[in-house]
Nanobody, 123 residues
Framework: QVQLVESGGGLVQAGGSLRLSCAAS????????MRWYRQAAGKQRELVAT???????TYVDFVKGRFTISRDNAKYMVYLEMNSLKPEDTAVYYC?????????????????WGQGTQVTVSS
């Protein structure tokens, strides 16, 4: 079974920093894009950042310059370094990975999700 597990969430004051980690495990063949999403109370889930298998990154405009996504392919991990945090960054952050698994006959690429980690930024 493929699993994604997030860690590093918590409470931080405005202007502070936090680093989220996501570890993928299981019968993984390869991992393509890895992403971070977030969902604030009363809002829809939104894409925050993406990193490809080659290391190319993209960000939503609101976090550009403050957040940095990175990955360690050997460890099957993806990270999100968050700086200059604002109260509006408060949300549950979810790790997402597009990967292929041995559960599929043709190693079809599918999306997998973690359970989320809470980030709360106080004013």
């Amino acid at each position: 079974q493929v699993q994604l597990v997030e860690s590093g969430g918590g409470l931080v004051q405005a202007g502070g920093s936090l680093r989220l980690s996501c570890a993928a495990s299981g019968n993984i063949v390869s991992i393509n894009d890895m992403r971070w999403y977030r969902q604030a109370a009363g809002k829809q889930r939104e894409l925050v950042a993406t990193i490809t298998s080659g290391g190319s990154t993209t960000y939503v405009d609101f976090v550009k310059g403050r957040f940095t996504i990175s990955r360690d392919n050997a460890k099957y991990m993806v990270y999100l370094e968050m700086n200059s945090l604002k109260p509006e960054d408060t949300a549950v952050y979810y790790c997402n990975a597009a990967l292929s698994s041995t559960r599929d006959l043709y190693f079809t690429v599918r999306d997998y999700w973690g359970q989320g980690t809470q980030v709360t930024v106080s004013s």
